[in-house]
């Protein structure tokens, strides 16, 4: 008997510099992928009518992911495109930069989104407090990791 187990895993890398260039903080944390995301692989396993994964946000909530949300809870300015997105193996590889300006305050969740505004939102995590000042830079590099077990 065939009995494949297909599981999705995210790895979050966050690191934040000071205007100096120097990293004041760096993490590395888990997410979890919602339903709008596992609905979105599925379509897009169909045909290519749903759009590629595009934006990154940041946000200042603090509930916990949950598989039912669609949106970050408290979005920090607006979605930034991503810098880039790379396929290899089994794994897609989403940066994304948040120059001086863009996302600032006190940082505690992220999301991978296919619009700038509304469209699905492939997954979501919460961390720990990150202060993010108005002079700093943050660049977060998402990994989506398929295996079948």
Same mark, same amino acid.
């Given at each position: 008997?065939l009995? !494949?187990?297909?599981k999705l895993?995210?790895? /979050?890398?966050? /690191?934040?510099k ?6 004041k903080?760096?993490? !590395?944390?888990?997410n ?6 596992l609905?979105? #692989? ?7 009518s749903?759009? /590629? @994964?595009?934006?990154?946000?940041l ?11 669609t949106?970050l809870?408290?979005i920090? =300015?607006?979605? !930034? ?10 794994? #897609?590889?989403? /940066?994304?930069?948040? !120059?001086?300006g863009d996302g600032? =305050?006190?940082?505690?969740?992220a999301?991978?989104?296919n619009?700038?505004?509304? =469209?699905? @939102?492939l ?9 993010k000042e108005?002079?700093?830079? @943050?660049?977060?590099?998402?990994? #989506?990791t398929?295996t079948?077990?």
């Amino acid at each position: 008997m065939l009995n !494949e187990n297909l599981k999705l895993r995210g790895d /979050v890398s966050l /690191v934040l510099k000071g205007k100096d260039g120097k990293v004041k903080d760096s993490r !590395e944390i888990k997410n979890l992928i919602v339903n709008d995301g596992l609905n979105f #692989i599925c379509s897009r396993m169909a045909g290519t009518s749903a759009s /590629v @994964m595009s934006h990154m946000a940041l946000g200042s909530g603090t509930t916990a992911p949950a598989a039912g949300q669609t949106d970050l809870v408290s979005i920090l =300015g607006s979605r !930034e495109a991503l810098d880039s997105s790379t396929v290899s193996s089994n794994t #897609i590889t989403y /940066v994304a930069s948040f !120059e001086a300006g863009d996302g600032t =305050g006190a940082v505690t969740e992220a999301g991978i989104f296919n619009a700038s505004s509304g =469209g699905d @939102m492939l997954c979501r995590t919460t961390f720990s407090v990150v202060n993010k000042e108005a002079d700093d830079t @943050m660049s977060v590099t998402w990994t #989506i990791t398929l295996t079948a077990s």
